[in-house]
Nanobody
Framework: QVQLVESGGGLVQPGGSLRLSCAASGSIFTINAMGWYRQAPGKQRELVAT???????NYADSAKGRFTIFRGNAKNAVYLQMISLKPEDTAVYYC?????????WGQGTQVTVSS
């Protein structure tokens, strides 16, 4: 079992930056990849970015060029650096871990982009 705890969300003005953090605990040796998803009100949850244990990354088109996903040296944390934020980035952001047993999710952190 892997537990995920996100932090770093908040209110930011358009054009601003935020860094989201996700700390993993438990059976972290079972993790194959980690990532970030988001869900805006009235919309389905969507992929933002993923990163494998080997460091291969994948980004949604909406995130390319503005968001960067990276993992900590101990591989028990994943981060999402977001710049040039737009109002349409407003959503609850969820940390995700793909393990050999099951998918794991954090509780989510709210990101609101508004002036």
């Amino acid at each position: 079992q892997v537990q995920l705890v996100e932090s770093g969300g908040g209110l930011v003005q358009p054009g601003g930056s935020l860094r989201l953090s996700c700390a993993a605990s438990g059976s972290i040796f079972t993790i194959n990849a980690m990532g970030w998803y988001r869900q805006a009100p009235g919309k389905q949850r969507e992929l933002v970015a993923t990163i494998t244990n080997s460091g291969r990354t994948n980004y949604a088109d909406s995130a390319k060029g503005r968001f960067t996903i990276f993992r900590g040296n101990a591989k028990n944390a994943v981060y999402l650096q977001m710049i040039s934020l737009k109002p349409e980035d407003t959503a609850v952001y969820y940390c995700h871990a793909s393990t050999v047993v099951r998918d794991c999710w954090g509780q989510g952190t709210q990101v609101t982009v508004s002036s």
